[in-house]
């Protein structure tokens, strides 16, 4: 059976939450935080993980102001999309981010987590609400 593996990014500066789909698509699941220092070494990392697990399809979520404009870390994320396809051959999509951090911080709550001391488990977290809302729509 021919793989249809997607890999989701929360990106940031700092930390890169990553989630993964089941291999035909359809589930999404929080997968690592990715410690980047830098543009270059954020498109290195991602590529590197792309490459590990057979992706063939990038979802990254896009930080907009709840209005929905643009935000400067929606403009700096798409830099980051620039920058990587680049490097890669695989397509890269956006998904609307705005709120799955605070669902996410939810999801930890409900489990009795705390949010203080979690931010890396936040954004891989994050990166699942993504990728699965992306999945959700594609599937439909």
Do not use: C, W
């Not at 063939?56 to 709840?66: A, M, R, S």
């Not at 709120?99 to 709550?109: D, G, N, T």
């Not at 994050?126 to 599937?139: F, K, T």
């Amino acid at each position: 059976m021919e793989s249809n593996r997607f890999l989701g990014l929360d990106y940031g500066s700092r930390r890169i939450g990553v989630a993964i789909s089941d291999p035909q698509g359809l589930i999404a699941q929080p997968l690592d935080t990715l410690i980047v220092s830098g543009m270059k070494n954020a498109v290195e990392q991602v590529k590197n993980l792309i490459d590990e697990n057979e992706i063939n399809d990038i979802v990254i979520g896009l930080p907009l102001n709840l209005s929905g404009q643009p935000s400067d870390l929606s403009r700096e994320t798409e830099l980051f999309a620039t920058e990587l396809k680049k490097e890669i051959k695989q397509p890269v999509y956006f998904e609307d981010e705005r709120l799955s951090s605070k669902q996410a911080e939810q999801v930890l709550h409900s489990h009795g987590k705390k949010i203080k001391g979690n931010k890396g488990k936040i954004d891989r977290i994050s990166a699942a609400i993504i990728l699965q809302s992306y999945l959700d729509r594609r599937n439909i």
